[in-house]
């Protein structure tokens, strides 16, 4: 094992997939619709 330690590199992706017949999804899957929805920040905005 190394002693090397993951450094956060100022980018993160989360992919989820909502299905418009679960039940917990509905209101989400609708406003998304078929495609994607990013949030995206400028950058520097921290």
Same mark, same amino acid.
């Given at each position: 094992m190394? %002693? %090397? /330690? $993951?450094?956060? *590199? #100022?980018?993160?992706?989360?992919?989820?997939?909502? @299905? *418009?017949c679960d039940p /917990? &999804? #509905?209101? *989400? &899957? @609708? +406003?998304? #619709?078929?495609?994607?929805?990013? &949030? +995206? @920040? $400028?950058? #520097?905005a921290?």
């Amino acid at each position: 094992m190394a %002693d %090397d /330690r $993951p450094a956060y *590199a #100022g980018t993160c992706f989360l992919e989820l997939h909502l @299905a *418009a017949c679960d039940p /917990r &999804a #509905g209101a *989400a &899957a @609708a +406003v998304i #619709g078929s495609g994607t929805l990013m &949030a +995206v @920040a $400028p950058e #520097g905005a921290n």
